[in-house]
């Protein structure tokens, strides 16, 4: 691995099972245990039913584009050689929604209700960012 200069994100304990799984090329999201529903971002109270047991469950990791901006301005120095880049919404197959980058794909290609699926990018020793990608056609 190289040197990363960009943002990582600090696990907390609600959340460390999604990186834990994300540094598995797994894609996990909360489920509440009392009221089923899926829950993403990680967190300590069902927002439906304010349930507080939760289990972890594996996505497909496919989905489409719910909305997006292509952004032109480094916001921090490490995005400096990225721009024009992609930050994105998806909205997952299971029904939750994402915020992430799409990636190998000219940024003026990308349209609401792209389908993409999701790759792992290993950053640290300790830290893989989940992205997607267009889904291949065929």
Same mark, same amino acid.
């Given at each position: 691995? &190289?040197?990363?200069?960009?943002?990582?994100?600090?696990?907390?304990?609600?959340?460390?099972?999604?990186?834990?799984?994300?540094?598995?090329?797994?894609? @996990?999201?909360?489920?509440?245990?009392?009221?089923?529903?899926?829950? !993403?971002?990680?967190?300590?109270?069902?927002? $439906?039913?304010?349930?507080?047991? =939760?289990?972890? $469950?594996? @996505?497909?990791?496919?989905?489409?584009? !719910?909305?997006?901006? %292509?952004? !032109?301005?480094?916001?921090?120095?490490?995005?400096?050689?990225? %721009?024009?880049?992609?930050?994105?919404?998806?909205?997952?197959?299971?029904?939750?929604?994402?915020?992430?980058?799409? +990636?190998?794909?000219?940024?003026?290609?990308?349209?609401?209700?792209?389908? %993409?699926?999701?790759? =792992? *990018?290993?950053? &640290?020793? *300790? +830290?893989?960012?989940?992205?997607?990608?267009?889904?291949?056609?065929?």
């Amino acid at each position: 691995m &190289t040197d990363y200069n960009k943002p990582l994100p600090r696990p907390s304990e609600e959340s460390q099972p999604f990186w834990d799984g994300c540094k598995r090329h797994q894609l @996990l999201v909360q489920k509440c245990k009392s009221c089923q529903t899926l829950v !993403h971002y990680p967190r300590v109270v069902c927002p $439906v039913d304010a349930g507080t047991g =939760f289990d972890w $469950v594996p @996505l497909s990791g496919r989905g489409e584009v !719910h909305s997006y901006t %292509v952004c !032109h301005r480094a916001f921090h120095p490490g995005f400096t050689e990225d %721009v024009p880049y992609v930050a994105a919404i998806i909205e997952l197959a299971e029904g939750v929604r994402m915020m992430s980058n799409i +990636i190998d794909i000219d940024p003026s290609k990308v349209h609401v209700g792209m389908l %993409v699926e999701v790759i =792992f *990018e290993d950053v &640290t020793e *300790e +830290i893989t960012l989940p992205k997607f990608r267009p889904v291949p056609a065929g």
